[in-house]
């Protein structure tokens, strides 16, 4: 199975951590491109993080200094560790696989940041 498998939302209180993870096929993902995306109700699907196959990383600007994302390549596992949550944080995140002419969502994982 091609598609990406996300795991590890919740919920959680302002201010705590969760570690969001991601396994994708064995077939692509050593040349994948990672990305993690998120929705909030109501709103359009966003970018959070993204991991190159060679490590690379870039972040959305309201997740920069709290998010990090990593990548396990004997585990053909993509992380994200979220630190700092906020009420806003609050969506469903989905997890994206990235190769040469195409790619692959996962279903996504639904993470809540509330009191």
């Known amino acids: 199975q091609v598609q990406p498998v996300e795991s590890g939302g919740g919920l959680v209180q302002p201010g705590g951590s969760l570690r969001l993870s991601c396994a994708a096929s064995?077939?692509?993902?050593?040349?994948?491109?990672m990305g993690w995306y998120r929705q909030a109700p109501g709103k359009q699907r966003e970018f959070v993080a993204r991991?190159?196959?060679?490590?690379?990383?870039n972040y959305a600007d309201s997740v920069k200094g709290r998010f990090t994302i990593s990548r396990d390549n004997a585990k053909n596992t993509v992380y994200l560790q979220m630190n700092s949550l906020k009420p806003e944080d609050t969506a469903v995140y989905y997890c994206?696989?990235?190769?040469?002419?195409?790619?692959?969502w996962g279903r996504g994982t639904q993470v809540t940041v509330s009191s």
């Open positions: 994206k696989a990235d190769i040469p002419g195409a790619y692959y």
């Open positions: 064995r077939s692509i993902f050593s040349i994948a491109a």
């Open positions: 991991i190159t196959s060679g490590g690379s990383t």
